[in-house]
């Protein structure tokens, strides 16, 4: 996807990946785990509601947790924490993992830098911070110097802060702030040479694409997500937001996805308008800014997914429009019509991921065999050279502007931590910019891919990441995780839990499941919507693979996922619960007959389809791990996680399913929720804060 039009959207996508990787947790207590019984969880009230649906009677006994407000249900809560608390708190060696935790993560952090006008804006959090500063560097070696500071913002630094836009002097910021992990966010304007924050300031609400600066900063661009649905506003500086003009979004409701952002050279306004996450169709339109011309069409009318990138007066449209791998059309925006389009850049065997216009060129991210290849491109298409990269790994951000030779990507894999490279597109020559210095020694570790049958005799690729000279006894740990949704990549990433895990004997299985985009458009489909059993019949043969071939077995096999991962763990405990030994669920959705009702999840329906269709809710009910918990199953020991201020994917359904499992399980192994009242899907946690999450789900897993 184009890094410039697609910005915030792109890292909101990612930051499903990121729960899914975050939710990792060492299993290493499966080599020496006993069955020895947890203290019995506090007793939940069993309601009786029951509705009939498609002819179907579904009963929801711990309906009344939807309601996250009632005293009820914070008591309830309430006395859940505890029992979690009680139960975490007691296992031997937490001390010696948040000894380890914290050396791991509290390190000093530099994000990938935005440069405008010889001025380099960036995050970065020292070691001993706990919130990311945003930081201004004048000229490649200079000085850096502290913009803003969300320290000071909140007592236990709940509130945290990010850089939404900068003006082409870079003399004016946008940046947001969040609170806890909520997708809301306030959107403030700061004076970059006084070093203070400008009246102008954006009440919280959702928004897409953050702000987009005219060169002449009388106002800027922007998307929020109301009532009746997405709309593009402009605001010019000094006005009342409340006034802001609406130019675009009327008669799209909340199932519709908007963002809208401008040219390099302020020219040009494109405006993307996606029908749902991972959607099946995107509209893009565009408006002569400079010129005073109307908004038009550029597509509109065709069903597949488009991403729009302005280099001049051309746009590149990344499309898999009659190509599942994607392609890139340019087309002229003064002469637009489709029949003076141009195909410059054509499908291939490998899968186009991403496309960035810098320095006049087309920066092309490819995936083969979900290892990441980049060519860079004149804009007729043709090669210019291959970018090294340092290892099997992934390489993203390729940020940049059309008119200057310098780009900034980041680069990290299993065992190497993330570095910054800045490149020069005229020369090919490339400096670090930062490293992450985790104090880690991989050396002795060894990266593999290999490939299994799933039941359908698909075969599908996994990463295995273990100490050399490995033996398969079938007596490894081993902690497996898979996304299988949204067209999202598993590429090797590092991940310090996984290491620490590694570090301790165990194995680590990242599985490539169909549904997300590591080859193209055909595999996104083969997992979605009615074709969901087989992201869940890949991930069962993952295990059985690791089991076979001597890696692990069920009593030491541990797996975990978040959000969208979430949901593929929930339904892998109800499935196949005697295949694990334990798992950890992350910001799940776990009740897929009733997921589309609450907050913004009717961007999903177009990946999962809606209990409202008969024919849909047929194959909902089938896997949907809410209504698939039998009474009496000896389930794995289980570790819910979500919180208040996850505000995309719904509290209600880890709270539901915890109580249910409680209830339900036949086996002496626990069933645990740790809900936070202040973190939700969208990170913002300090530190602190992370260190004391993970030691807890490491815990867990000591147990």
């Known amino acids: 996807m184009p890094a410039r039009a697609l910005g915030l959207f792109r890292t909101w996508r990612r930051s499903l990946l990121w729960l899914a990787l975050a939710a990792l947790v060492l299993a290493g207590g499966l080599r020496a785990a006993d069955n020895k019984a947890a203290a019995k969880p506090p007793e939940t009230r069993r309601g009786d509601v029951k509705e009939v649906l498609h002819g179907v009677e579904l009963a929801d006994p711990y309906r009344w947790l939807e309601d996250q407000q009632s005293p009820e249900t914070r008591a309830w809560i309430d006395a859940q924490n505890a029992y979690t608390q009680a139960q975490l708190g007691a296992v031997p060696g937490r001390d010696l993992l948040k000894q ?65 836009g900068v003006s082409d002097d870079g003399t004016l910021l946008a940046y947001s702030v969040r609170q806890g992990g909520e997708d809301e966010v306030t959107l403030n304007l700061f004076d970059v040479d006084a070093r203070k924050d400008l009246p102008d300031r954006l009440p919280k609400a959702r928004y897409f694409g953050g702000a987009s600066i005219k060169p002449d900063k009388s106002g800027f661009y922007y998307t929020r997500h109301t009532e009746e649905g997405p709309r593009v506003f402009y605001h010019a500086m000094g006005a009342d937001p409340a006034s802001d003009k609406m130019l675009f979004g009327e008669g799209y409701d909340k199932s519709k996805i908007v963002f809208a952002g401008l040219s390099d050279d302020g020219r040009w306004l494109v405006i993307h308008a996606l029908h749902g996450s991972a959607a099946d169709k995107t509209e893009i339109y565009v408006q002569d ?97 291959d970018i090294d990269l340092p290892a099997l790994g992934s390489a993203s951000g390729f940020s940049g502007r059309w008119q200057s030779p310098e780009a900034f990507y980041s ?30 020694d991989t050396r002795d570790f060894m990266v593999r891919q290999v490939w299994y049958e799933s039941k359908d005799g698909t075969l599908v690729p996994m990463f295995l990441l273990h100490k ?9 740990p081993t902690l497996l995780t898979g996304y299988g949704g949204f067209t999202l990549s598993l590429t090797p990433t590092f991940s310090s839990t996984a290491v620490t895990w590694v570090e301790n004997g165990g194995v680590y299985a990242v599985a490539n499941l169909r549904g997300g985009g590591e080859f193209g458009e055909k595999w996104h489909r083969a997992g979605m919507r009615e074709n969901k059993q087989n992201v869940f019949d890949d991930f069962i043969a993952a295990a059985e693979w690791l089991i076979a071939n001597g890696y692990t077995s069920s009593e030491r096999l541990a797996i975990s996922g978040g959000s969208n991962g979430g949901l593929l763990v929930g339904a892998m405990m109800t499935q196949r619960p005697e295949l694990f030994r334990a798992v950890v ?17 009717r961007f999903w329906v177009p990946e999962y389809g809606s209990a409202d269709d008969p024919e849909q809710f047929k194959y909902l009910l089938k896997y949907s791990p809410y209504q698939n918990v039998k009474p009496g199953t000896k389930y794995p020991a289980v570790l819910f996680i979500s919180g208040d201020s996850d505000t995309r994917v719904a509290p209600l359904h880890a709270r539901k399913m915890a109580a249910l499992v409680q209830a339900s399980t036949g086996s002496d192994r ?28 490491l815990s867990f897993l000591f147990w």
């Open 100 to 164: 380890r935790l914290t050396a791991l993560l509290k390190i000093d952090t530099v994000g990938t830098p935005v440069e405008r006008n010889g001025r380099y804006f960036f995050t970065k959090r020292r070691a001993d911070q706990n919130l990311s500063v945003i930081y201004l560097r004048q000229g490649l070696k200079g000085e850096d110097q502290v913009l803003i500071d969300p320290h000071p913002l909140s007592p236990d630094h709940t509130v945290s802060i990010s850089p939404a």
């Open 289 to 385: 800014v400079a010129g005073g011309g109307p908004i038009v069409s550029i597509v509109n009318d065709v069903t597949a997914r488009f991403f729009g990138d302005v280099g001049g007066d051309t746009m590149y449209l990344q499309t898999n429009w009659d190509a599942p791998n994607s392609r890139v059309l340019a087309v002229d925006l003064k002469n637009p019509a489709r029949e003076n389009w141009r195909e410059v850049v054509p499908e291939s065997s490998d899968v186009l991921e991403g496309v960035s216009l810098v320095g006049g060129k087309i920066v092309a991210q490819y995936l083969h065999n979900v290892r990441t290849r980049v060519r860079l491109l004149e804009p007729d298409g043709r090669l210019v050279r």
């Open 411 to 440: 680069f990290t894999s299993f065992h190497m931590p993330t570095t910054i490279y800045r490149y020069n597109l005229a020369s090919g020559a490339q400096e670090v910019w930062a490293r992450l210095n985790v104090p880690v």
């Open 468 to 476: 050399k000279g490995l033996r398969l006894d079938g007596a490894n």
């Open 585 to 601: 669920c992350s910001y799940p959705l776990l009740d897929m007959i009733r997921y589309h009702q609450f907050l913004v999840a």
């Open 670 to 697: 626990p069933v645990l929720l740790h809900y936070d009242t202040k973190s939700g899907h969208s990170g913002g946690q300090p530190v602190s804060k992370q260190i004391e999450d993970a030691t807890d789900s």
